[in-house]
């Protein structure tokens, strides 16, 4: 069987006496969409923090494509291929998005500092660019500014920005917030889409249509611990995922 893509092996996290993240452990392979969802406060973004290099882990290990990563700055984990987005967009709104894509691009470019002096918008960076933009469907607003962008779009723009680096491994961190029906399904074939061209999904969800909808498996977090793995259909089934949902009190009343 290939080895996993990213290995999270009993990573915990602490600020003071608080346990953000407590022994998690769990293995993501290549052209998977893995969910990761629990309740506010689960631990979740704290884990995309993890992995992505901008924490660093109390303990434990995080192995991306056979190499340990943890305590990496972001940028060096960037630059072997991880993307990511963030809940609350905030792009250079006086930017074009083109340009968004331009910067986001240049993590990867300027790891040295002679590098720094290189044109960022040659015909080649240009180029990438679009293309990126074209697969996420903005390419007809790449010179429009970003801060005149609606939600749909600005999600879409920040998926560009990860894309743009994240040629193995896109980690998206509630990409679905606040977008309507219609605009939620174009985006699930948009996922789909980044998955059947070899990009491997971490995802983080709060909607739980999408989340089931979209993943192969789900992880699932209450307090900072793993409670729950496996497919869509036994995670809904599973008691103390709803429990940690619904509370105790919830399932009574439920049921």
Same mark, same amino acid.
């Given at each position: ?93 006086? =930017? /074009? &998005? %083109? +340009?968004? @894509?331009?910067? #986001?691009?240049?993590?990867? $470019? ?19 660019? =679009? /293309? &990126? %933009? +074209?697969? @996420?469907?903005? #390419?007809?607003?790449?010179? $429009? ?111």
């Amino acid at each position: 069987m290939n080895e996993p893509l990213l290995a999270v092996k009993s990573v915990s996290k602490h600020f003071g006496g608080l346990k953000a993240l407590d022994q998690v452990n769990f293995e993501i392979r290549g052209r998977e969409i893995l969910g990761l969802i629990g309740p506010n406060g689960a631990g979740k973004t704290v884990c995309f923090n993890l992995i992505s290099g901008v924490y660093k882990p109390t303990a434990g290990e995080i192995i991306f494509n056979g190499q340990h990563t943890q305590g990496k700055a972001p940028h060096q984990i960037a630059s072997r291929g991880v993307g990511r987005t963030f809940q609350i967009v905030k792009p250079f709104a006086t =930017l /074009s &998005v %083109l +340009e968004n @894509v331009l910067v #986001a691009r240049g993590i990867t $470019r300027y790891n040295r500092f002679s590098k720094i002096w290189s044109p960022w918008k040659s015909k080649a960076e240009v180029r990438e660019a =679009l /293309s &990126v %933009l +074209e697969r @996420v469907g903005l #390419a007809d607003l790449a010179h $429009r500014k970003a801060g005149l962008l609606p939600l749909g779009n600005l999600r879409r723009l920040e998926i560009a920005r990860a894309l743009i680096v994240g040629k193995r491994l896109l980690l998206l961190d509630e990409s679905f917030s606040g977008l309507r029906h219609e605009e939620i399904s174009q985006l699930e074939t948009l996922i789909n889409s980044i998955r059947a061209d070899g990009i491997t999904v971490l995802l983080i969800e709060h909607n739980m249509r999408v989340a089931m909808g979209l993943s192969d498996r789900l992880v699932v977090l209450d307090h900072g611990r793993k409670i729950a793995e496996g497919p869509p259909r036994e995670i809904q089934q599973n008691e103390r995922v709803v429990e940690a949902y619904l509370g105790r009190k919830g399932i009574n009343h439920a049921a």
